[in-house]
């Protein structure tokens, strides 16, 4: 009776090791000492094999064990450091195989093997799929797991796509290719690239072909490509004579007299012109003068700058007369006011079309 109930008992430890497998990948269970020291022979067909743990991970064997190991048995591991136990706990240390044995007090012996596999090492890119225009550039990114070292991208195809040790990719063809990286212990991922021919430039449109500006103005250049879908619609413009306009961006710039032509090509080579003539500065009448001051007092023998300004700021002609009413009170020149005697007069300041500010000139003793 005493041996059935004691077989009860490690068949039940038996069965949590089995559960243990399979709930968490773990198969070490304890049995308690004291009992089995009375009928080993019911230990041993425990003995098991095959169970699997995963790098690092670890087991942790009941209080009792700790507490009672090297007075009624032994726990000790074997094989090359794939296994460690240390304080009650297995750890799976090493990819490989290793063994795990408890040592009763009369020598007979209960042993677990296990199969620690290390984790996967994984590759990933940032795409799986990726369509392209012959002549178009991207750029794929990779990322490891529980991998390290030097990635080696490659093309199945150069002619449709090619790839650099960066994962920047270019399209030279039309078609389909794939486009892989691979670290240096093998795992690999890719990328299925589709070429598409490019959608060419039809015509260059430019909504004027003639435009006429004076000196020093500006005027901007509305441009287009047929089809709108084009694959490339960038276009270059260039002015043929610099000195006469400037181009950036289709906005022409009026530098000198003369003439010269804006001119608008695709990069496959199709091209549109406008004319453009250049004349001389438009006249800009002063419309007002405004002085920064409308009233000093300056002691005799002292003076003071009057500021003077006309608008628009872009006035033909902005030459300015100053003319003081009384001179024997004050005087001016280049704006600059001196007192002379005690007494009150104006200064007028005048652009050349007549418009006028007034300052009024106190000098005091």
């Known amino acids: 009776m005493k041996s059935n109930s004691l077989t009860k008992k490690l068949f039940s430890a038996a069965l949590a090791v089995v559960m243990a497998v399979g709930a968490s990948a ?3 269970s304890a049995v308690d000492a004291g009992t089995i020291n009375t009928d080993v022979e019911s230990v041993l067909p425990l003995n098991g094999s095959g169970a699997t743990l995963t790098l690092n991970q670890t087991y ?33 240390s090493a990819a490989g195989t290793g063994t795990v044995t408890i040592t009763l007090k009369n020598g007979k012996k209960l042993s677990f093997t296990f199969n620690v596999k290390a984790p996967e090492k994984e590759i990933t890119l940032d795409q799986s799929k990726l369509s392209l225009k012959v002549g178009q550039s991207s750029k794929l990114s990779a990322r490891l797991k529980n991998s390290s070292g030097k990635i080696i991208w490659k093309s199945s195809d ?44 039809t015509a260059v449109n430019i909504h004027t072909h003639f435009i006429t500006l004076p000196v020093g103005e500006s005027y901007q250049l509305r441009t287009s490509v047929s089809p709108e879908n084009a694959s490339n619609t960038q276009l270059k413009c260039t002015s043929l004579d610099t000195s006469v306009a400037a181009v950036s961006d289709g906005l022409v710039t009026a530098k000198a007299e003369g003439k010269t032509k804006i001119v608008f090509t695709s990069a496959n080579g199709l091209s549109s012109e406008c004319d453009v003539i250049v004349t001389k500065p438009a006249n800009v009448p002063v419309r007002s003068v405004t002085v920064n001051k409308t009233e000093i007092t300056l002691k005799v023998g002292k003076s003071m700058k009057v500021n003077a300004a006309v608008s628009p700021s872009n006035a033909t002609d902005k030459t300015l007369t100053y003319t003081i009413g009384n001179p024997k009170a004050a005087k001016v020149s280049n704006g600059i006011v001196t007192a002379k005697r005690a007494g009150r007069t104006k200064l007028t300041i005048k652009s050349s079309n007549g418009k006028k500010a007034v300052c009024i000139v106190n000098a005091v003793e």
Request: hydrophobic share 35%; with cysteine.
């Open 158 to 201: 150069t002619r449709i796509v090619s790839v650099d040790q960066n994962g920047k990719i270019k399209a030279h063809g039309s078609g389909t290719a794939v486009v892989s990286a691979a670290t240096d212990n093998g795992v690999t991922a890719s990328c299925q690239i589709n070429v598409e021919d490019p959608i060419p430039v």
């Open 26 to 28: 773990m198969s070490v």
């Open 60 to 92: 942790d064997f009941p209080e009792y064990i700790s507490s009672r190991t090297g007075t009624a048995y032994k726990i000790s591991v074997s094989n090359n450091g794939v296994l460690t136990y240390k304080d009650g706990k297995i750890t799976a």
